[in-house]
Every structure is written in structure tokens, then in C-alpha cells.
């Protein structure tokens, strides 16, 4: 059965960091991309970042470039979101999915077929 668990959500000040975990269960995630998507209260859901290492793509939402860092573990089958410099805009529901390797648009939700039950984020100012 395919599952992607997230773990690593918290309360942090504004200019903290945190490290979210994406563990796959049922596949490996080197096989697959990989994305990030995050909801805010009374907002749509929007792609953060994702991974594909079927040819060692990365990509990332302009709002954190340079902040945020994608990586995955193949051993560990966990791709990480490590977070640094947060702002409160960051608040939201953090979720990872799963998309086929070479997703065409990744920052779109349809592209994905699984997702995790999300972990909260809170970046207090």
C-alpha cells in the first residue's frame, strides 16, 4: 500500500528553522517526484517545492528560494524540506504527494496521486 507520512511540523519564531519529513511507504522515492505543498487558513493550496531524482530535478516556489532546500534519502526513503529563515507567511498545513517522475507542472496538485495527512507549521512573529 503506498503512504507518505509527514513529520517535523511545530511552532517556531519568525527566522527559526525546521526540518519537515516526508517517509514513503509502498514505493521508493527515487522513482517518483516528489512535492511539497502547503495550505494556509482560507487559502488554496500551493506547490513549494519538489524533487525528482529520476533526473535530479529540483524546483522551488519563488517565495522560498533560497530559504527553504529540498533533499532526498534513498536509504532512509524520506525526501526533507529543511526550512530556514521563516516568516509567518510560512504558516500553514505542509503536505507531501506523490507525482510521476518527470512531472510536467509540479506546483500543480492535480499531477500528484497520493498524499500525506499533512504536519502544521506556525511561525509566530
Known amino acids: 500500500e503506498v503512504q507518505l507520512v509527514e513529520s517535523g511540523g511545530g511552532l517556531v519564531q519568525a527566522g527559526g528553522s525546521l526540518r519537515l519529513s516526508c517517509t514513503a511507504y509502498?514505493?521508493?522515492?527515487?522513482?517518483?517526484?516528489i512535492g511539497w505543498f502547503r495550505q494556509a487558513p482560507g487559502k488554496e493550496r500551493e506547490g513549494v517545492s519538489c524533487i525528482s531524482m529520476s533526473d535530479g530535478s529540483i524546483y522551488y516556489d519563488d517565495s522560498v528560494k533560497g530559504r527553504f532546500t529540498i533533499s532526498s534519502d534513498a536509504a532512509k526513503n524520506t525526501v526533507y524540506l529543511q526550512m530556514n529563515g521563516l516568516k509567518p507567511e510560512d504558516t500553514g498545513v505542509y503536505y507531501c504527494?506523490?507525482?510521476?517522475?518527470?512531472?510536467?507542472?509540479?506546483?500543480?496538485?492535480?499531477?500528484?496521486?497520493?498524499w500525506g495527512q499533512g504536519t502544521q507549521v506556525t511561525v509566530s512573529s
Open positions: 509502498g514505493f521508493r522515492v527515487n522513482d517518483y517526484a
Open positions: 504527494g506523490k507525482a510521476p517522475p518527470y512531472v510536467s507542472m509540479w506546483y500543480e496538485g492535480v499531477e500528484y496521486d497520493h
